[in-house]
């Protein structure tokens, strides 16, 4: 079992930064790949960035070069840089824990990016 906790969001201008952290308590954490997903309101949920237990990173095309992923195993916590925040990633964003058949999310974070 993998509990995750995100933390990071608030209120942002365009242009500004945000980072978020998702911290996870349970043993394992470096055995499972690392994905962030955002909901915006009235859309579907969709990836953002994902970071393999090996280190391998994959963006969705609307975050190439703006947002980071990363992962601290010794801290058991995943992590999104984001910059050059635009009013389009205004979300919900969470993270989700995944190995083999093992599937956690998170509770969520808010991002709001003003213009």
């Known amino acids: 079992q993998v509990q995750l906790v995100e933390s990071g969001g608030g209120l942002v201008q365009a242009g500004g930064s945000l980072r978020l952290s998702c911290a996870a308590s349970?043993?394992?954490?470096?055995?499972?790949?690392m994905d962030w997903y955002r909901q915006a309101p009235g859309k579907v949920r969709e990836l953002v960035a994902t970071i393999t237990s090996g280190g391998s990173t994959d963006y969705a095309d609307s975050v190439k070069g703006r947002f980071t992923i990363s992962r601290d195993n010794t801290k058991n916590t995943a992590y999104l840089q984001m910059d050059s925040l635009k009013p389009e990633d205004t979300a919900v964003y969470y993270c989700?824990?995944?190995?083999?058949?093992?599937?956690?999310w998170g509770q969520g974070t808010q991002v709001t990016v003003s213009s």
């Open positions: 989700r824990a995944r190995r083999s058949i093992y599937n956690y």
């Open positions: 349970g043993s394992g954490f470096s055995l499972y790949s």
